[in-house]
Antibody
């Protein structure tokens, strides 16, 4: 069965770079039309789509954060990665990675809470 | 960005009742719509995709319908385990966008 789990720093300071890892099983990012999506849930904006990395290394970023986002993958080790540069308090929230067998978010990780605080 | 407007924001219903949640898109999304359920303290779970396709393992009392800009999620014979927040999401256009959610409680 499909399973995903996010890992991250928990707490970081303003202007630092947030690095998240998504470790997954039950599917492969080497499979045609498969993707991993990143979504966050904040008190301010609710559920917010961040980015997707696709099986063929195609990527899409939400324009609202475009210049701050990087996504990558390690297909052999079933991992995907998200980086957000220059964080501030508005980036505080729970971050999820998801399996995308199409353009919807089929399975979600448990989420990792990220707090930005000085 | 396509705006997704959900209604109602909150809803109170009795066990066994039929519940309907609406989602309106700011433009035609051509059935590129999904519904998610999120229980307190848990991550969202997919219920419906392509507006009316039931995700694997989701009980048949959940159904989705609609077209164009208007979509709905129906829950037949409400169960206690259906107490949750429900979100719609469009994927017709990037960036994907979510509704603000509907909180469903038991009366």
């Amino acid at each position: 069965q499909v399973s995903l789990k996010e890992s991250g720093p928990g707490i970081l300071q303003p202007f630092q770079t947030l690095s998240l890892t998504c470790s997954f099983s039950g599917f492969s990012l080497g499979t045609s039309n498969m993707g991993v999506g990143w979504i966050r849930q904040t008190s301010g904006k609710g559920l917010e789509y961040l980015a997707t990395i696709w099986w063929d290394d195609d990527k899409y970023f939400n324009p609202s954060l475009n210049s701050r986002l990087t996504v990558s993958k390690d297909t052999s080790n079933n991992q995907a990665f998200l980086k957000i540069t220059s964080v501030d308090t508005a980036d505080t929230g729970t971050y999820y990675c998801t399996q995308m067998p199409g353009d919807w978010f089929a399975y979600w990780g448990q989420g990792t809470l990220v707090t930005v605080s000085s | 960005d396509i705006q997704m407007t959900q209604s109602p924001a909150s809803l109170s219903a009795s066990l066994g009742e039929t519940v309907t949640i609406e989602c309106r898109a700011s433009e035609d999304i051509y059935n590129g719509l999904a519904w998610y359920q999120q229980k307190p303290g848990k991550s969202p779970q997919l219920l419906i995709y392509n507006a009316n396709s039931l995700h694997t393992g989701v009980p048949s009392r959940f159904s989705g319908s609609g077209s164009g800009t208007q979509y709905s999620l129906k829950i037949n014979s409400l169960q206690s385990e259906d107490v949750a927040s429900y979100f719609c999401q469009q994927y017709y256009n990037y960036p994907y966008t979510f509704g603000a959610g509907t909180k469903l409680e038991l009366k």
